[in-house]
């Protein structure tokens, strides 16, 4: 039985379209801070696509990416991790962040998530939290009729042995940043540049190499609706600008 509206707790939606990495950073950034200097904020969730850039999670490996990064990135200096945007990098984008996980591509026709959650108000709990986003993704699919899977001792979700979606999270005082990305109809070359999120023997997939014709636009709201049910959310504001 559905959760009477009462119960459940407010969230913003924000479908903010294709925004660069850097700013969706500083974005989030700002929302944990807030939340973690007030802690009765509302939940937000942020639904976008970013131009191809390419994420480390802390202390990945840059054994796992297969071109040579800038030698501003080896010094430990990243557009994500300066306080003002800076002119574009030569070469693939590329940042260092906080979350957790290995390597990972960002591109358009990839529905990225960025929730920020108190956990207190829901479960302050990260293996409870991870699974919950998994079970997003799984429902999301199931909706279209693919089966979604879970592999025991990694994160994600599979289909058909092909990761259709990563996740990546940083949780401070139970407030989350980062989050999920859901390969829908991205070009999947970009993913050849690394060995994506350290897996070396098991292939990148997308949703639209099942179902064609299936869009991000198409998507989009399915995820937000899923997302709400899974959390006992419900949206008390839609924006679609950061």
């Not at 929302?31 to 696509?49: G, S, V």
Request: charged residues 15%; neutral net charge.
């Amino acid at each position: 039985m559905a959760a009477a509206p009462s119960l459940l707790q407010p969230c913003h939606l924000i479908q903010g379209g294709l925004i660069p990495y850097g700013q969706a950073w500083h974005w989030q950034t700002q929302q944990m801070a807030d939340r973690q200097r007030d802690p009765d904020l509302a939940d937000t969730l942020l639904l976008l696509e970013h131009p191809p850039v390419y994420t480390l999670g802390r202390g990945s490996s840059l054994d796992f990416i297969k071109f040579t990064p800038p030698a501003s990135f080896t010094a430990g200096v990243t557009p994500s991790s300066r306080a003002e945007p800076t002119p574009p990098q030569p070469g693939p984008e590329l940042h260092r962040t906080e979350r957790g996980g290995e390597v990972t591509y960002h591109c358009p026709g990839q529905l990225v998530g960025y929730p920020i959650l108190n956990l207190r108000r829901h479960q302050p709990d990260l293996h409870w939290y991870l699974r919950q986003l998994e079970e997003v993704l799984i429902r999301v699919l199931d909706h279209y009729g693919l089966r979604g899977e879970r592999i025991p001792g990694l994160t994600g979700v599979w289909l058909e042995g092909r990761k259709v979606a990563a996740l990546g999270i940083k949780v401070s005082r139970w407030i989350t940043m980062h989050g999920f990305a859901l390969n829908i109809c991205p070009d999947l070359q970009g993913f050849g540049s690394i060995m994506p999120c350290g897996i070396g023997d098991r292939p990148v997939g997308s949703l639209a190499q099942f179902l064609p014709h299936l869009t991000v636009a198409d998507v989009r709201q399915q995820v937000a609706l899923e997302f709400a049910r899974c959390f006992g959310l419900h949206y008390v504001t839609e924006s679609r600008n950061l």
